[in-house]
């Protein structure tokens, strides 16, 4: 038999084995599966993975609410000393006598007005 020919009936043996393989039902044994435990962590992981996003999120909203009000009583501040700015000179001597005085915020009013008055004693 010619080398050539060998060669041949050789890989049509092979692909019969091959095919006859995968046709046939495999073992459990060689069946490749995840266990239970496998797909136990793996949702634990899943589970702490979204509850660090979570609150990721909520601590940004968190922070952002904050700035926000920040803000507010940044621009609040700053209008009244403008206020204080234009205003006569005696009327900032006048706040130095020792008056005690209070302040509310209307919020809603936009943007935000501050009310301020000299409490009594």
């Known amino acids: 038999m010619p080398r050539s020919e060998f060669y041949?009936?050789?890989?049509?043996l092979s692909l019969s084995r091959l095919a006859l393989r995968s046709s046939m039902p495999r073992s459990p044994a060689s069946q490749r599966a995840f266990t239970l435990?496998?797909?136990?962590?793996?949702?634990?992981?899943?589970v702490v993975s979204f509850t660090a996003?979570?609150?990721a999120v909520v601590m940004g909203a968190d922070m952002i609410?904050?700035?926000r009000k920040q803000q507010i009583a940044q621009q609040i501040i700053?209008?009244?000393?403008?206020?204080?700015?234009l205003g006569?000179?005696?009327t900032i001597a006048r706040l130095a006598d020792g008056t005690a005085y209070s302040a509310t915020v209307d919020r809603s009013q936009?943007?935000?007005t501050l009310t301020s008055?000299?409490?009594p004693t």
């Open 8 to 12: 041949l009936c050789h890989d049509l």
């Open 117 to 119: 008055a000299a409490i």
């Open 78 to 85: 700053e209008a009244e000393i403008g206020g204080l700015r």
């Open 65 to 67: 609410d904050t700035a």
């Open 37 to 46: 435990i496998e797909v136990l962590m793996a949702a634990t992981v899943l």
């Open 110 to 112: 936009i943007p935000p």
């Open 53 to 55: 996003v979570i609150q």
């Open 88 to 90: 006569a000179w005696s």
